[in-house]
T-cell receptor, first 112, second 115 residues
Framework: KNQVEQSPQSLIILEGKNCTLQ??????????LRWYKQDTGRGPVSLTI???SENTKSNGRYTATLDADTKQSSLHITASQLSDSASYIC???????????WGAGTKLIIKP | EAGVVQSPRYKIIEKKQPVAFWCNPI?????LYWYLQNLGQGPELLIR????????DSQLPKDRFSAERLKGVDSTLKIQPAELGDSAVYLC?????????????FGNGTRLTVT
């Protein structure tokens, strides 16, 4: 069964600190993996996309990694800001039928 | 570019009543999605359109839910009759295509409360 699991479920860190969010998937055949940020009361917004051949991709203070062999991805946030408080959702696209398999998300809280 | 527009923003109804949600996608986006999201969970697909055609409605509870996308642009999602368990946020999203690497662009959702 195609599944996406994220950890931790929630995380609280102090402003200025770094953190790493994890995404493990059992999706086959794999097409791509995307990270979304969802602010409270808003729809998700795409942060970055990872394809099979990409290992690392940065978008400002966000760096995503992908290990296609172990089927794991991570999202690293550097020098966190209060505005980073949100849920971060990992989504994997199935190559055969273009279905999107969504994780439950990690709720990140940045404290001043 | 204008984003995905959804209305209403909030809706409170009594159980067994009907309710409808409206979505205007980004201009030129062929693919439109309706998702349901419960608190602390990821979005769950209800239906996906490619232009006017519903290409994936396998998770849509067809006994009470219906959707349409007239002329391949705006879309409406209807629930009749609503049940207590339907309380959730209903998200609409659009993308250039459903097959490639295009990201989904979401509206801010309609929060439905069924009492």
């Amino acid at each position: 069964k195609n599944q996406v699991e994220q950890s931790p479920q929630s995380l609280i860190i102090l402003e200025g600190k770094n953190c790493t969010l994890q995404c493990n998937y059992t999706v086959s055949p794999f097409s791509n993996l995307r990270w979304y940020k969802q602010d409270t009361g808003r729809g998700p917004v795409s942060l970055t996309i990872m394809t099979f051949s990409e290992n690392t991709k940065s978008n400002g203070r966000y760096t995503a990694t992908l290990d296609a062999d172990t089927k794991q991805s991570s999202l690293h946030i550097t020098a966190s800001q209060l505005s980073d408080s949100a849920s971060y959702i990992c989504v994997v696209k199935v190559d055969s039928n273009y279905q999107l398999i969504w994780g439950a998300g990690t709720k990140l809280i940045i404290k001043p | 570019e204008a984003g995905v527009v959804q209305s209403p923003r909030y809706k409170i109804i009594e159980k067994k009543q009907p309710v409808a949600f409206w979505c205007n996608p980004i201009s030129g986006h062929n693919t439109l999605y309706w998702y349901l999201q419960n608190l602390g969970q990821g979005p769950e697909l209800l239906i996906r359109y490619e232009n006017e055609e519903a290409v994936d409605d396998s998770q849509l509870p067809k006994d009470r839910f219906s959707a349409e996308r007239l002329k391949g642009v705006d879309s409406t999602l209807k629930i009749q009759p609503a049940e207590l368990g339907d309380s959730a946020v209903y998200l609409c999203a659009s993308s250039l295509t459903g097959t490639g690497g295009s990201p989904l662009h979401f509206g801010n959702g309609t929060r439905l409360t069924v009492t």
